[in-house]
């Protein structure tokens, strides 16, 4: 009977936290087992939605399709930021640093191309992860320009670099691409700082009156990007992929492609500070804007070709007069650190979904375990015994309460045997000989239900964290965040699941019997879908489970009979 309790709250607990599950991904927020599949947004009723209104969003320049897509209907209100025309003129400017290799087109100053050299490609390891990409089957680019003045210089304006090596020299740790266009009476300089060892480059828009008359120019900086899934992306787990704002009032909010096409994104439009993100598994492409007066906004260019931006006044320049807005962009991995350090905030693109509370404990000590073993499959060692030992005396009274039940197991038989069908009286007679033991039947159940949050944390970390992306632990085991290639970590914990159960009370009922006897078997299969860090874990952890079970059950096997 106790058996069956514990086999009915293992499924009902599971059942809740599918049903949970289910729910969060209904409402488009992070899910148990992967990150969030839709917008998540906070305090709808207080954040800007998207509209026609007018706005200086709304001045940004008309443009046409990519090549091969139906013609953008003409509106003067809407947002529009083509990637895909060029003139034939056009330059292509390749920067190599150490960990970037970037394109720049002299169409619009766009950054087109961003390969990431320290980061191989899952689909073929053999080429660098490329995030920034405009090719016939990827639109994906970095776009900037001036708004609020006729014809001025912009993204589709063919610009001219007027200075700026393409290569590092000695000891240079920064490189500066000059690209200048005019056009509309105003000059339009845009400057990019780019640095030897770093993913973040510095963008400043200088704008120039050159006409005879005061204009008031707005600057923008955009990225756009198609809505296609990434080849890598996995059928057995959920990762967010699209567009993200975030602001100190309102926090990290993410959008879906879909809401943008249908207009029914919401998120803040007009902020002092913040960024703005397009995101990936484990890669991400930010905006970082100066402070002051903004306007967020979010645009469907195309058919399946999405926008991202801000767009900053300039002012009232009178003639000759200039001004600047710089920017950052981002075009790299998710490492908390250097994005944390770059703004705040940036680092919460490593989405954790709602245990963030736990599993932003569990990276940090996770890291800080790394610094000293300098791997990251021993830190996951070393941090499951550090778990353990927090657990330890939740988990060593379970036992102690399993170990007692176990003892008492052929007393529990007889008086089965005893009672017959008489299930009433069995229950009373077992109820008082638990009493008397002083058992609790559903002690073993805690150290599984204790450890379930732990257990999704973890499994989010390890999911999410791009430090464990091709991490290596043993010779077999050269992704982390991959399965086990040769399926021995899940077998291993089988093994281990299998002793476990032998350790445990031994059910009177020889179907649940059975069923204890599979279970190893079940989830072994499951587990070897799962990411090689988490079944390490779960290894490690049964390991000293067996260990600790052991021993309390032969202490209290030995300790002398309760008087019946």
């Avoid at 970095?142 to 001219?160: E, I, M, S, Y």
């Avoid at 970082?288 to 195309?302: K, L």
């Avoid at 000293?372 to 060593?396: D, E, M, R």
């Avoid at 045997?417 to 002083?438: H, I, N, P, T």
């Amino acid at each position: 009977m106790e058996t069956r309790r514990l086999v009915l709250l293992m499924i009902f607990s599971l059942s809740l936290i599918m049903l949970w599950d289910n729910y969060q991904a209904s409402i488009g927020k992070p899910t148990l087992f992967g990150l969030s599949t839709g917008s998540q947004t906070s305090n709808k009723g207080e954040v800007a939605k998207q509209s026609e209104g007018s706005n200086t969003a709304n001045d940004l320049p008309q443009a046409a399709a990519p090549a091969g897509t139906a013609s953008v209907p003409a509106d003067p209100n809407a947002i529009v930021a083509s990637a895909t025309e060029t003139a034939p003129a056009a330059q292509t400017i390749t920067v190599k640093t150490d960990v970037l290799e970037l394109q720049f087109s002299s169409q619009g100053a766009q950054l087109i191309s961003s390969k990431l050299l320290d980061h191989p490609a899952a689909e073929n390891p053999e080429l660098p992860v490329q995030l920034f990409e405009q090719t016939t089957n990827r639109t994906y680019v970095g776009q900037a320009g001036l708004v609020g003045v006729p014809d001025a210089p912009n993204h589709r304006t063919l610009f001219d670099l007027v200075s700026g090596s393409t290569e590092f020299a000695p000891g240079q740790d920064q490189l500066k691409l000059v690209f200048k266009a005019t056009s509309g009476g105003v000059e339009n300089t845009a400057t990019y700082t780019i640095f030897k060892n770093r993913y973040d480059i510095d963008l400043v828009i200088t704008a120039r009156n050159v006409g005879t008359e005061p204009v008031s120019p707005s600057a923008y900086v955009q990225i756009t990007r198609d809505g296609n899934p990434l080849e890598s992306d996995s059928s057995l787990y959920a990762t967010f992929t699209g567009p993200a704002v975030y602001t100190p009032e309102k926090k990290y909010q993410k959008i879906q492609f879909e809401d943008i096409a249908d207009r029914s994104a919401e998120y803040v439009k007009t902020a002092d500070s913040g960024w703005l993100a397009m995101i990936q598994h484990y890669f991400v492409s930010a905006i970082i804007g100066q402070d002051g007066p903004r306007e967020n906004y979010t645009r469907q260019v195309d058919s399946n070709l999405y926008s991202i931006g801000l767009v900053s006044s300039l002012g009232n320049l009178a003639p000759e007069q200039s001004a600047t807005y710089t920017a950052k962009l981002y075009t790299g991995p998710q490492d908390q650190g250097v994005l944390e350090a770059l703004s705040p905030g940036l680092d919460l693109v490593v989405d954790y979904g709602w245990l963030t509370v736990i599993a932003q404990p569990i990276y940090w000590l996770l890291e800080k375990i790394h610094g000293f073993v300098g791997n990251w499959g021993w830190a996951i060692v070393v941090l499951t015994i550090l778990i353990k030992l927090v657990f330890f005396p939740l988990s060593a009274a379970s036992y102690k309460s399993m170990a007692k039940m176990r003892k008492v197991g052929p007393r529990m038989q007889k008086l089965k045997e005893q009672y017959g069908d008489d299930k009433m009286g069995f229950q009373r007679a077992m109820m008082e000989m638990y009493k008397r033991e002083k058992i609790n039947p559903l002690g073993g159940c805690m150290p599984i239900l204790v450890q379930i949050p732990v257990f999704i944390s973890l499994y989010w970390v390890l999911l999410a964290s791009v430090e464990m992306r091709n991490a290596p632990w043993l010779g077999w085991v050269t992704d982390l965040a991959a399965p086990d290639p040769f399926y021995i970590l899940p077998v291993i914990m089988a093994v281990t699941m299998f002793i476990q159960t032998k350790l445990n009370p031994t059910p009177p009922d020889p179907v649940q019997a059975k069923i204890m006897m599979v279970m190893p078997l079940v989830f072994s299969v499951m587990f070897i879908f799962f990411p090689a860090g988490l079944v390490l874990y779960w290894v490690v952890n049964n390991i000293l489970s067996i260990a600790q079970q052991w021993v309390i059950t032969r202490q209290i096997e030995s300790a002398p009979a309760t008087a019946r």
